[in-house]
């Protein structure tokens, strides 16, 4: 059943407790003593998919399709409410096939307005009909597509045949007229990845890469056939895919995510690249462990040491912190040289 796996994969995430690493420890930015700027006038906020966000985060596509899924949709959609950040629904293929759950995705339009970003979220295989009515079901204002194969691989009853996966984002891309982003789901969009999807006009990437949520020990955790334990090592970590991708063009949205956990995190995914950042399972940690209020506070938190790092390095604003310079050393400086 897919919605029983959807709740599994919440109860695995949680489990999970491999050690990844996304390198971000590998990138040093300098304190700057003399900075003199007020805390209070410090601006985090951005412009993505012509609207306004006050912080530079989405929290990323997770979950829909069971009663749980129903309850962490319609909390993350609040959070994202009042704090003023983007949301991605889960994947709506179990809603597709069953219009019963329909509503577990649908509760966040009775949170969220108009002023609010909310994107939907399928598989990169999907067809072109069931993108179509995946954004209608939601009203969403762009759509993520997610290339998952080691997930798939992994997972017992997913998909072994990513055939013309390229030519589908194509005509999507090309035919539908919401935004598209293209998105990893932990593994990591490489350099050459980011090519191909930038060649068939893809302007949205989403890198979710290794060093966060662990797909592969998520889905081995609900096998007992085949053993993945030695291959939880798989991806390419988060610093290494937002480095890479940016060396490519500045003419395209790059979301950085994948273990992104700290305000530190999100610093430095900006100062390597990133126009915004992405989280999921630590908020979901701390919503499922703690309640709203620890969520909330987890939020609060994390914009806070955002805007103090900013203020430590002398900038006032997202712009401004993109241009700050950086050194990469030990093993993200001799994964990235070529
Ligand atoms: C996910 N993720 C995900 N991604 C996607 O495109 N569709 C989906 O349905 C899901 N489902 C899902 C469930 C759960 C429980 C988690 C934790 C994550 C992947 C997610 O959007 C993100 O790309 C990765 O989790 C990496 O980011 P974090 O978790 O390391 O911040």
Known sequence: MENERKKEHIENFLKSNFKSNTLFENVYIEHFALTDLNFDEIDTSIEFLGKK????????AMTGGDETSFD????????CKNFNLAFEVGSQKVALKDEELVETFTVVNDVLDKKNILISNLSALSSF???????????????????????????????????GILENIENIVKNIDVPVIVKETGCGISKKTCEKLL????????????GGTNFIEIEDLRRTDLDFTNIYSWGIPTAKCIIDCRKISDDFTLIGSGGIKTGEDIVKAIVLGSDMVA?????????????????????KSLIYQTKMIMLLLGVKNIEELKKVEYKTFGKLKDICEY
């Open 53 to 60: 966000l006050s912080f530079p985060l989405l929290v990323n």
């Open 199 to 210: 060649s068939v006009g893809v302007k949205y990437i989403d890198v979710s890469g290794f």
């Open 129 to 163: 009909d069931d993108v179509k009515k995946s954004i209608e079901m939601i009203n969403a204002d762009a759509i993520s597509l997610h290339l998952n194969p080691a997930q798939e691989i992994v997972q017992f009853e997913g998909d072994r045949n990513f055939f």
């Open 72 to 79: 962490v949709n319609e909390d993350l959609s609040r959070l």
């Open 279 to 299: 989280i999921a399972g630590e908020i979901l940690r701390y919503l499922i462990h703690g309640g709203y209020k620890f969520a909330e506070d987890y939020l």
